[in-house]
């Protein structure tokens, strides 16, 4: 096993130990030593200490406890770039709804919706995760 920062690809390792120093990760752990949780911080401090035009985040806040929750969407609005993309795909709706622009629902491999929060909370009244709910629902009442 490697250690976690040995990538020679970043192109800011001063921004990628500065994260990981506060998140109390040491940087010469072995990530099969690592909590899963602390594995997924790690892959955020890789993708988030780059310089990049589109960052694509898979369920960044799955495995994670609430405050954990709460770095990473800190860490996700303070570490990219200002004329970067970021595309976020996640069942966590409530959790990151204050940070959306736009949202996109797939469904069964379809483009269900593509709009603003705004369009969103105008045209159909409701928050991003009730509409998300309704349009996913597993059961009918």
């Known amino acids: 096993m490697k250690p976690i920062l040995e990538c020679r690809n970043l192109t800011s390792m001063e921004r990628a130990f500065s994260m990981l120093d506060s998140l109390d990760i040491d940087p ?3 990530l099969s030593s690592l909590s899963r949780g602390t594995r ?3 892959q955020l401090v890789l993708v988030m200490s780059r310089q990049a035009g589109l960052y694509v985040l898979d369920e960044p806040l799955g495995g994670v406890d609430p405050a954990a929750r709460d770095y990473i969407l800190h860490t996700i ?3 990219y770039s200002e004329d970067a993309s970021i595309l976020i795909s ?3 709706i409530a959790d990151i709804e204050n940070i959306l622009d736009r949202v996109l629902f797939l ?3 379809h483009l269900a919706l593509n709009a603003s929060v705004d369009e ?4 159909y009244g409701k928050s991003v995760d009730t509409l998300f709910r309704e349009v996913f629902k597993c059961w009918e009442n």
């Open 120 to 123: 969103i909370r105008g045209e």
């Open 90 to 92: 996640t069942h966590l």
């Open 40 to 42: 997924e911080k790690v």
């Open 77 to 79: 609005l303070t570490n």
């Open 107 to 109: 469904q069964k491999g």
């Open 28 to 30: 010469r752990a072995r």
